[in-house]
């Protein structure tokens, strides 16, 4: 059974760093775009970063451009988000996502191509 299972959030301080993980089990990552997606109370949900199954291209909103990362490690079956200097409005529950279907990293994240989704974790960035 194809599985996805963050970790990794938590509680940080304004200007902090958080790195999410994402494990897939069941299947092989390497096979899928993966995308982080965040969700805040109130707010529609937004595809914060994806990465191709092919040649590791990127994707990153606006909003998150230059202070995330994201990165897949094939041998370890894993996803991560690597978030610095992180702002109160980062503050949302994290999904991890996987598309195996033909699509580009920036329609994944934009149209929220998803075929299967983790259970998220949450991230509040509060002083």
């Known amino acids: 059974q194809l599985q996805l299972v963050e970790s990794g959030g938590g509680l940080v301080q304004p200007g902090g760093s958080l790195r999410l993980s994402c494990a897939a089990s069941?299947?092989?990552?390497?096979?899928?775009?993966i995308g982080w997606f965040r969700q805040a109370p109130g707010k529609e949900r937004e595809g914060v970063s994806c990465?191709?199954?092919?040649?590791?291209?990127?994707y990153y909103a606006d909003s998150v451009k230059g202070r995330f990362t994201i990165s897949r490690d094939n041998a370890k079956n894993t996803v991560y988000l690597q978030m610095n200097s992180l702002k109160p409005e980062d503050t949302a529950r994290y999904y991890c996502?996987?598309?195996?279907?033909?699509?580009?990293?920036?329609?994944?994240?934009?149209?929220?191509?998803?075929?299967?989704w983790g259970q998220g974790t949450q991230v509040t960035v509060s002083s």
């Open positions: 990465i191709s199954s092919s040649d590791g291209s990127t």
């Open positions: 996502a996987a598309f195996g279907g033909i699509a580009t990293v920036q329609a994944m994240c934009v149209m929220s191509l998803v075929g299967s």
């Open positions: 069941g299947f092989t990552l390497n096979y899928y775009t």
